[in-house]
Antibody, heavy 125, light 108 residues
């Protein structure tokens, strides 16, 4: 059974940092690209970042470029999101999500078939 | 960036009725569009991919259609568990991956 379990959320002051983790199990982690998707309170879904299965390719949504870094550790089957210079508008539930298809074709076809339960990040003084 | 516009924002229907949800793209996304369902307090769930293919385990009452810029999600007969928020997402031209703003299906 595929499971994605996020952790690391919490309350942080503007300008602060947090590192989110997503522990994956039930599939061949290194074969699948993974993304972070966030949802501000009462709002819709917003894609944040993606990383390839090998970790060699990454993309970011414009508002987080230069502040957030996505990474993965295949030895630990864990996805990370390092968030620096946090702003109030980064307040959201952050979900990790698995690409539906693995390999190269999956990288070019990002739909998300499994999601974690989400971790809440609150940026406030 | 491709903008996805969903309509209506809210759909008020009774169990057993048919629901028709729309997603319009700002430019063609071919057939590379997915639909997700999000129940309160839960993560999104993939329903439909590539416009018309049901994901694993999704009941046949959910169907998707469309191509280019206009897409439809149809729920043929609403069950109590179908009252939720639905999002479309495109993968034709990314980054960024983009989602629509959502349609809430509520009990009338």
């Amino acid at each position: 059974e595929v499971q994605l379990v996020e952790s690391g959320g919490g309350l942080v002051q503007p300008g602060g940092s947090l590192r989110l983790s997503c522990a994956a199990s039930g599939f061949s982690f290194s074969d699948y690209a993974m993304s972070w998707v966030r949802q501000a309170p009462g709002k819709g879904l917003e894609w944040v970042s993606v990383i390839s299965g090998s970790g060699g390719s990454t993309y970011y949504e414009d508002s987080v470029k230069g502040r957030f870094t996505i990474s993965r550790d295949s030895s630990k089957n864990t996805l990370y999101l390092q968030m620096n210079s946090l702003r109030a508008e980064d307040t959201a539930v952050y979900y990790c999500a698995k690409n539906m298809w693995g390999g190269r074709s999956g990288w070019f076809s990002p739909y998300f078939d499994y999601w974690g339960q989400g971790t809440l990040v609150t940026v406030s003084s | 960036e491709i903008v996805l516009t969903q309509s209506p924002a809210t759909l008020s229907l009774s169990p057993g009725e048919r629901a028709t949800l729309s997603c319009r793209a700002s430019q063609s996304v071919s057939s590379y569009l997915a639909w997700y369902q999000q129940r309160p307090g839960q993560a999104p769930r993939l329903l439909i991919y590539d416009a018309s293919n049901r994901a694993t385990g999704i009941p046949a009452r959910f169907s998707g259609s469309g191509s280019g810029t206009d897409f439809t999600l149809t729920i043929s007969s609403l069950e109590p568990e179908d009252f939720a928020v639905y999002y479309c997402q495109q993968r034709n031209n990314w980054p960024p991956l983009t989602f629509g703003g959502g349609t809430r299906v509520e009990i009338k």
